[in-house]
């Protein structure tokens, strides 16, 4: 046996130990309280003698009534037949305590200088403890039959965590997947229709579009990012943006210090950022401006992201497009019921996107 089984194993030997050593110091406490009150004290010592000895022949004995537990329990094969084998497993197992304890009370004799004859020892023994016995091999097979459900339960629980737990990995780099082609097909797009156009502009575009896919390209797909690398993301981004639009876009970026390496979604403000783009910039001829905020209010951060666009029509959306679903599909995976997401109209013009996530320093 290697030393890495012999731990654990030792371990559990220990706490059989200690568990038989507790039941037996609790009944010497009360023979020593009991003859005390009685006119009849004891000493400790003769109070913790006999106890122990008891209960450490209980203990040997039930190593082989768990083994017996776990072999035939009640919930596999026969019931009749399980209960017919721990009925007769039942009987020798308190024919064995009344054996193993009359030798036991045979070594007691012999230490003491007095002689007794094991069939001294073994007939009151038989008379006084044989129901008791029963009793005792029942609750060894309940409390065995309790842990092992335990343990089953633990296992399932933890099985189904991991099991959750991949399922909504697997989601997100779904999500993920989806995400990239669709955001870098539309740069694509942009830089096409400015080749006929804007040559030199388009040579940008592909520069700045490099560096985007290189930074996407080595994204290691984990779930989550800092602010700080999100926002290192969204400015490489709009500088594609604001090549394409030219004077015609406005960005502002403010993010408080307290937020600014918290834990975020990865690519998270993208796809709010490129709907802005889409649909608060590029259809009006004015001047757009794109507004993004991180601050912490009340243990969690808020993300805004606005833009100086029409808004939301007045009969509402009539459906979102992937970015926003993508959006609130990966924060209820990431968050659950914590997290918060809504599209309002600004009061001077425009839409503002909020989201509030609960807030997760950075891994030191």
Known sequence: MSAKTMAPTLLRGLGILALWSLVGLAFASQLYLSTS?????????????????????????????????????PELGSRWLAAGIHLAAALVFSLSYVALRA???????????????FQEIFDPLLVRTFPFNLLIYGVIVSASHA?????KYHERTVQTLE???????????????????????NTLNGIASLMHTDVEAADRMLVRLSELLRITMSHTGAAQTTLREEIAF????????????????????????????????SLILQPIVENAVRHGIEPRSLTGRIELRGTLEA??????????????????????????????????????????????NRPDGGLCVRMVIPFSPPTP
């Open 37 to 73: 009150l009685l006119g009849r004290p004891i000493t400790w010592g003769e109070a913790i003698s006999a106890p122990l000895e008891d209960w450490y022949v209980y203990g040997v004995l039930s190593l082989p009534v768990v083994w017996l537990t776990r072999r035939y329990p």
């Open 103 to 117: 030798l036991v009370g045979q070594v007691d004799s012999w230490i003491a200088g007095e002689s007794a004859s």
């Open 147 to 151: 842990l092992a459900y335990y343990r």
């Open 163 to 185: 099991l959750e737990k991949h399922l909504t990995e697997a989601r997100l780099q779904a999500l993920l997947h989806q995400l990239k082609p669709h955001f870098l097909f």
């Open 234 to 265: 969204i400015e490489r981004y709009l500088d594609i943006e604001r090549i394409r639009f030219r004077d015609r876009l406005e960005v502002a970026i403010e993010i408080d210090d307290d937020v600014i390496d918290a834990k975020v979604p």
């Open 299 to 344: 243990g969690q951060v808020v993300l805004t992201v606005s833009d100086n666009g029409g808004g939301i029509p007045a009969g509402g959306l009539t459906r979102e497009g992937i970015g926003l679903a993508n959006t609130r599909a990966r924060l209820a995976e990431l968050y659950g019921a914590r997290q918060h997401f809504e599209l309002v």
